[in-house]
């Protein structure tokens, strides 16, 4: 089932958006084995994205494929040690205090960790990241912490049926990164859509998905 569903995703997921830009696509691989996971690289999966450093720090060693390697999920300012230096992008950076902590982990082991500033662009309280309105600041005062390098957004879309707001948060989303953009030559991904919306993501303009139940069917949440 994994090989067959990466097969269909890696013919039906466009090679370009309409800026013209590579659409990356990460598995989410939460709760997934490391078979599973080297199943899903074997058939084609060259990035691969986890919401729990415990996981990513268990099942690192097992990865086969040598697939580049991103962060995802909440991140614990105390879980830093078991990610850093091989994460090759850490897209959840979704407050100022974890930006700092990294920074200056980074900073001291002498390397210039990747990240994807977090936008809340639906304003929901069961979500982390920086509001639309603070998204600009944010950015001007992450990008001055030394051994970071910011090279683009994140975002994860409502859960709604209302197909408009959607459309209209993902083009908001693609508005700010385009702002960014303008002044910054290191933006290069926008990183929005999963599973259930990835496919009105890439219409709106986002370049990387990240989808984890159309690779692997549903979780076993008994795997933590």
Not at 104 to 111: T, V, Y
Request: glycine share 8%; aromatic share 6%.
């Amino acid at each position: 089932m994994i090989e067959e569903n990466v097969r269909k995703l890696l013919e039906e997921i466009p090679e370009k958006n309409q800026f013209g830009e590579k659409v990356t696509l990460v598995a989410a691989v939460k709760t997934r084995s490391a078979e599973e996971i080297n199943r899903a690289i074997a058939a084609g999966i060259t990035d691969i994205g986890d919401n729990h450093a415990q996981e990513f720090r268990e099942k690192y060693d097992a990865i086969c494929g040598n697939p580049t390697r991103h962060f995802i999920g909440h991140l614990q300012t105390n879980k830093i040690k078991y990610l850093l230096g091989k994460t090759d992008l850490y897209q959840s950076i979704d407050r100022y205090a974890l930006a700092e902590e990294l920074s200056a982990k980074s900073e001291r082991a002498g390397i210039i960790s990747n990240i994807l500033l977090q936008i809340n662009i639906g304003d929901e309280e069961s979500k982390g990241g920086f509001s639309l309105g603070e998204a600009e600041e944010a950015y001007s005062r992450i990008k001055s912490l030394p051994a970071l390098k910011i090279v683009g957004l994140m975002a994860m879309l409502p859960e709604t049926d209302d197909d408009g707001l959607l459309r209209s948060l993902a083009r908001e989303m693609r508005a700010l990164y385009d702002r960014l953009r303008a002044i910054d030559e290191n933006f290069k991904h926008l990183s929005m859509g999963m599973s259930g919306d990835w496919r009105l993501c890439v219409e709106c303009g986002s370049n990387m998905i990240r989808l984890g139940t159309a690779i692997f069917g549903p979780r076993n949440y008994d795997l933590k």
